[in-house]
Every structure is written in C-alpha cells, then in structure tokens.
C-alpha cells in the first residue's frame, strides 16, 4: 500500500485526542485486562531480553506483564496523554507516539507484535495488520485480539450507547467489518500478508465498586466524555449506568463478563 493511502486512511489524527481525555479513568479498566494479556502469551510463549511491540499499548499495562517477565517492552499510542501516562507507569520502555497504519519501525524488528482491542481503531484494518507484519521477524507471532460474540459481551449495551458520538469512518475508508463473525479475522490478517495459526476465545469480567466507578470508566474508552460535551455527560453516564443495571450486584457493585476473540498469526 502506497504511503499516500495510509496517511489518508491513518487512524490517529482521528482517534488520538479522544483517547486523551482521562487517561486516569481508562486505566481503571486497562488495568483489568491482564487475563486477557496472558491468554495470549499461554500460547505464543515470551522469553527473556525478546523484543515485543504493543500496538494500541494505552497506558502500559501489557508493556508492563512483558517488563516483569524480562523482555524489551516497546509501545505505541495515537494518543500523547496515553503514551505520557504510560512512560511514566513504566520509564525502562520504548513508548513512542503513532500511527498504527504507518508504524515507526524498520522491518523485521519484534520478536512478537500485539494489538490488544486496538486494530479495529484503523481506518484501514488491513493497512494496520500489514504494518503489523512487516515490523514482526520472520515467522514471528502477531496477536490481534477484538470483541466476541455480540451476545456475549456484557459492554454491548454502553456500545449502542457510544456509537452516535464517535466520528464517523471517512465515506471512501473500506467498511468496517464484524469482526466478532467467525473467519473474519482470517480473511483480513491472510489479506495482509499474514499465516493465520490459531484462533481462540476466551472470557473474563470488569469489576466495579459502584456506580460512579463504572460512569468514570465507561466514560473514558475513545474519549466518550469529550464526544459527548459536558452538557451531555451526565445524561450519558446515567444512560450507561442504567444500560448495565442487570449487572449491579447485590453489594452495588458491578460484573461486566465479555468474551474476546483472538487471532494468533506469524508473519
């Protein structure tokens, strides 16, 4: 794909500022994620001193599992607030701000490369897949991981919720896939010049205290605080907290289970 295309399909101008909003309350759930983090390296396996790339890191905290199990943790974010949050949590790694569709990398540099619920943030899924590839060593890992089952994630509500005040996808971007269906992450990551190896689920739950905390949290992915405006905010969250009531536990706080699917690949 010619550099043109991807700076015109590029994700970060996009998403970036949004992500920035409160880096604070996103960690509250970034922070959750770590079964998720170590389904994957069960089975792609993560030696000392090997170089990992995290697409999507956020504020760090997969960067963080890879420091603590002595590889090179190396990390890019659309967002500046993101990556700043991120340097600080973890000032040994290589944190840079980017564009996922045009990696600041040379090739073949990781010896595995993730993107955690971030590859449907591009634009052009298969421009950031392709990147994703030409900067993983030959035959190296790439996982990609996304939403399950629509009926399976208990966040399907808060997404119904969110989705009117996102930017919408420019009018000549490719479609935006389902990517929950089966084989559709197959066919992307075999389009990108990928080996699709093996393809798995799993499930695991966010855990609030209270209502507030769940508001905070919820209101923090993309930036839904700042698309919505302050004078809509918390019209938005009660919406939410209202949304996810069948979750309240009887103590007031809240379990949200979602399911995941993932895609291992080697390039």
Known sequence: MAIDSITKFGSASRWGPLWGARPEDWALSEDQQLPTYEAALERVGL???????????????????????GADPVGLDASEELVALARRRLPEA?????????????????????????????TDIVAALREAGRVARPGAPVVIQVWGSHERCSLEAVKVIARPY???RPADAPPDPDLSQPG???????????????????????????????????????????????????AVKAAIVDGLASYRLDDGSYRLENEYRYLIARS
């Open 47 to 69: 030696d000392r001193g090997q170089r990992v790339l995290d697409i999507g890191c956020g504020v760090g905290s997969f960067l963080r599992l890879v420091s603590k199990r």
């Open 94 to 122: 290589d944190i840079r701000l980017g564009e996922m569709e045009r990696l600041p990398f040379g090739d073949d540099e990781f010896d595995l490369v993730t993107g955690f619920n971030a590859f449907f943030f591009a």
């Open 166 to 168: 996102f930017p919408p």
């Open 184 to 234: 559709a992450l197959e066919s992307l990551a075999t389009e990108a010049g990928l080996r699709p190896v093996e393809a798995f689920t799993s499930s695991w739950a966010f855990s609030f205290p209270d209502s507030d905390a769940l508001g905070r949290a919820m209101l923090a992915p993309a930036g839904l605080a700042l698309a919505v405006g302050p004078e809509r905010e918390e």
